[in-house]
């Protein structure tokens, strides 16, 4: 990264230094322009209102400060920068740390439909492969690629355990197929009942945790037609699958995770419209948001009632995804305003739900949808944490940038990126552990993914030793970490983007479905070796 990114010279206190983000003459002049026109603007309206300049210019200056202040509340800090040349991120300084205890979990996580292939399902993302988007003109899926048979994994199953026994963890995270077990709305599949038993067998044989999602981006086609999370009706249909996939393996398996970042789900399906259903309306959104709020703590509460009819433990808990917006330009009233609301839609309205039972997601002139649910701030034994990178919002990128790459997020210049359209920001890990046990202190924490689309295998390591660094240091902070899953045990099919994006610590050949421990992945295995032993 060079060295204007990362412009603190002195080594940083325990909890860190919020330092300037940097900037250039042209960005400032940027800013400037664009606050000149608001400014202008209201001053016009206000003379247009009073027929007095005076009160005009009053105006302009108290919305100016409103607009600055008030509405971009959630995103006036500037971003947290480190000097990693001063840190200590050896795996000698982790086991030293002192936070990595015997019953800490290390773990990799997966999706049934990225990795699985095997029986014909009739899913949401069956469909939607198919499909293309703007009038026919773009594949819903990039190079118009299909999941198929993914990774193999339905037919691979001791041979991707024992994958997991070379890297050293104790647990697996992974997702059921709604679609397969349930293929129709009144009938569930044995045979692919059957199939998990094998699986959570053999990992129960290499003494591997289990860690289950119910809803992981996929469902049941049947289900997307009859109009999925839109409606509050279609709750019950989940709570149904929910019910009997927890009858069958709740003997098995103690961590269940209700949904898998609901935000990304319902932003990609109907905001930006690249999931299935492909929608662009930000007040439905707001409303399939609220509903699979809701059917969080109905299943929470169901689950838990008949873990006490059935005599055994589990642990519950939702799967939050949190990508921090940044103003581009921190003093830019436009891009802290703009920023603000993107906090709020994609992190605030369910980490405040969860903390307090109110719900509200907000964008001006295009949604509102508030809720409130007292109980909900009850229904999370664990908190799960789905961590990446963070995203500078720049308002005259939006308007003005051709390169659409720049467009929407524009990368800050001399950042690492990785191959997704954001850099290594490890800074923005311990930012989210923070911000997540906000929610409730004595909630333990579990990181479910967390990991980096490196085709080239030159970060890989960098990114496992920042990231793994960061968590530390928030442990070391008091925040209750209880288990680290990285993303992902293998290369998968990553939705919209196809294969294109290798987050594999297992490289796969997805013609000959040969595996290949990656050589960036070795530093993941060396801590995890180091870790467990003490």
């Known amino acids: 990264m060079k060295s204007k990114t990362l412009r603190q010279k002195n080594e940083p206190t325990e909890k860190g230094v919020f330092v300037p983000t940097p900037t250039n003459s042209s960005a400032c002049f940027r800013g400037i322009v664009l606050s000149a026109i608001f400014t202008v603007w209201i001053t016009v309206v206000g003379i247009g209102y009073f027929f007095v300049f005076s009160i005009g210019y009053i105006l302009s200056t108290v919305l100016a400060v409103v607009f600055s202040l008030t509405l971009g509340h959630w995103a006036w800090r500037r971003p947290l920068y480190w000097d990693w040349t001063v840190l200590d991120t050896s795996t000698k300084a982790l086991v030293e740390s002192g936070v990595f205890d015997s019953g800490f979990l290390w773990g990799t996580s997966t999706a049934s439909h990225q ?17 293309t988007r703007n009038g026919g003109k773009t594949p819903c899926v990039k190079e118009n690629q299909k999941c198929g048979d993914a990774a193999d994994h339905w037919n691979r199953l001791e041979a991707d355990t024992n994958l997991m026994t070379k890297l050293g963890v104790n647990s697996y995270r992974f ?47 049947w289900f997307e037609e009859k109009g999925g999370f839109e409606e509050v009706e279609n ?6 699958f929910s019910l009997r996939v927890f009858e069958e393996y709740g003997s098995k398996v103690n961590l269940w995770c209700t949904f898998n970042e609901p935000a990304v789900f319902v932003t990609n399906g109907w905001v930006t419209g690249i ?88 964008v001006p002139f295009v949604a509102s949808v508030y809720y409130v649910d007292k109980s909900a701030p009850e229904t999370s034994d664990f908190l799960g944490l789905n961590y ?26 001399g950042a690492v990126m990785t191959d997704m359209p954001y850099p290594i920001y490890a800074e923005g890990f311990y930012r989210a552990l923070k911000q997540l046990s906000e929610v409730n202190k004595r909630t333990p924490i579990y990181v479910c993914e967390n990991g980096i689309a490196d085709s080239s295998d030159d970060k890989r390591a960098l990114w496992i030793s920042r990231y793994i660094f960061a968590m530390s240091r928030a442990m070391k902070e008091g925040v209750n970490v209880r288990g680290y899953y990285y993303w992902s045990l293998m290369d998968n099919f990553e939705w919209s983007e196809g294969f294109n994006m290798r987050f594999g610590l297992y490289h796969v050949d997805f013609n000959t479905q040969k595996r290949t421990l990656r050589n960036g992945s070795n530093r993941f295995v060396e801590i995890v070796d180091a870790l467990k032993q003490q």
């Open 115 to 131: 990795i699985e292939g095997g029986p014909h399902q009739k899913s949401n993302w069956y469909h939607w492969e198919k499909c």
């Open 175 to 221: 997702s059921l197929s709604w679609a397969k077990i349930q293929p129709t709305e009144h009938s569930f599949d044995h045979a692919v009942l059957a199939h998990y038993h094998d699986e959570l067998k053999a990992l129960a044989k290499v003494n591997i945790v289990p860690m289950l999602t119910l809803h992981h981006f996929d469902h049941p086609l």
């Open 235 to 240: 709750i019950q249909l989940f709570l149904d």
């Open 275 to 362: 999931f299935p259903p492909g929608k662009t309306n930000p007040q439905q959104a707001g409303i399939v948001l609220r509903n699979i709020m809701m059917a969080h703590v109905s299943v929470y509460k169901l689950l838990k009632a008949r873990s006490l009819e059935m005599g055994v433990r589990c642990e519950i808990g939702m799967v939050k995804d949190i990508f921090q917006f940044e103003a581009s330009t921190w003093w830019n009233p436009f891009d802290r305003f703009v920023a603000g609301l993107a906090e709020n839609a994609f992190n605030r309205s369910v980490l405040n739900f969860l903390k307090t039972g109110h719900y509200s997601y907000w």
């Open 388 to 413: 990446y990178s963070h995203y500078y919002v720049s308002v005259w990128n939006a308007i003005f940038e051709p390169d659409e790459n720049r467009k929407l997020f524009p990368p800050l210049d």
